[in-house]
């Protein structure tokens, strides 16, 4: 320590040894370093005691206000002592709040990638794993024709209702706007800013809008919405459990994954539409890294 220093820190003697100026200062520096160590362990157990009791999770608005609600029902009493913290955002917010340690766990959907530089920029430091499919379907009220109609309706004749639609930049939005790409719509367009309000607007009216299935499972079951048969493939809309490579999963965190995958997306209630193209919704198990 003297020749790395470059110190003279104790005085030898035959009848022993004593510190020097020098040294006693060093010896207070290392008193003061040796506790800040030890609040800093004693800080760390009592965070991660804290860290323990608590889940941080993001989604989606649809996935948070729909599905998060579920899920965490179906954990029962293993949340009871847990503090548990949902924040919801677009999917580029929802992989910074990853990225940064915000949040332990983010449900995102497959239909918003477009401008996500985040996720693209940072792949390598993003686990992703499937949960379900979210299918895509045409709702209406129960004023509307189309809601005892028994046969598909066309695209045509999607394109040329009177059409509630999500903001654009949303991807409820980006499919609507894909699947009528080829038709010119010729009835009103509406634009609102969630799924909520969509839903009133069709309920009370003689509207239409494309909602994902899980949104609307309380509303179809009890007769206030419809889905209606299209003749064009409706797709499920992939939602995707993802977390920090680095910090894994906490216990509390990957419980509730394997919640969501054995409890996927909520049916649709038993007034549904007739199945005519589309994919049913499926659980898958794989871990992957986000592309």
């Known amino acids: ?32 370093v040796i506790r800040a160590a030890d609040e800093l362990l004693e800080f760390g157990s009592r965070m991660g005691s804290t860290e323990a009791r608590r889940l941080r999770i993001a989604g989606s608005p649809a996935i948070s206000e729909h599905l998060i ?49 985040t996720g693209a920029a ?39 209702a009177p059409l509630v639609l999500r903001e654009r930049g949303s991807g409820l939005r980006a499919f609507t706007d894909e699947l009528l790409a080829s038709h010119r719509p010729a009835g009103g367009q509406v634009e609102l800013p969630s799924s909520s309000a969509l839903k009133l607007a069709v309920a009370t009216s003689r509207r239409v809008t494309v909602l994902n299935v899980s949104t609307v499972r309380t509303e179809i079951a009890d007769g206030r919405l419809h889905l209606v048969a299209v003749d064009h ?16 999963l906490t216990g509390h965190a990957e419980a509730l994954v394997e919640i969501a995958a054995a409890k996927g997306s909520p049916p649709p209630g038993p007034h549904d539409a007739p199945e005519t193209g589309g994919t049913p919704g499926r659980d898958h198990a794989g871990h992957r890294a986000i592309a």
């Open 233 to 248: 493939e409706m797709p499920g809309r992939p939602i995707r459990a993802t977390w920090n490579r680095q910090r894994g």
């Open 69 to 117: 609600p579920d899920w965490l029902n179906h954990a029962g009493s293993t949340t009871d002592d847990v503090l548990v913290e949902v924040r919801t955002g677009n999917l580029e917010t929802l992989h910074r709040l990853v990225l940064e340690s915000r949040v332990d766990l983010a449900f995102v959907d497959g239909w918003c990638g477009t401008g996500d530089r």
């Open 122 to 160: 940072h792949h390598d430091e993003l686990v992703t794993r499937d949960i379900c499919d979210d299918r895509l379907a045409v709702v209406v009220g129960p004023r509307h024709p189309w809601a005892d109609r028994r046969t598909p309706v066309t695209v045509a004749e999607l394109a040329g």
């Open 1 to 32: 320590m003297e020749r790395r220093l470059g110190l003279r820190l104790l005085e030898r003697s035959p009848a022993g040894s004593t510190l020097t100026t020098e040294g006693e200062v060093l010896a207070r520096y290392a008193r003061n």
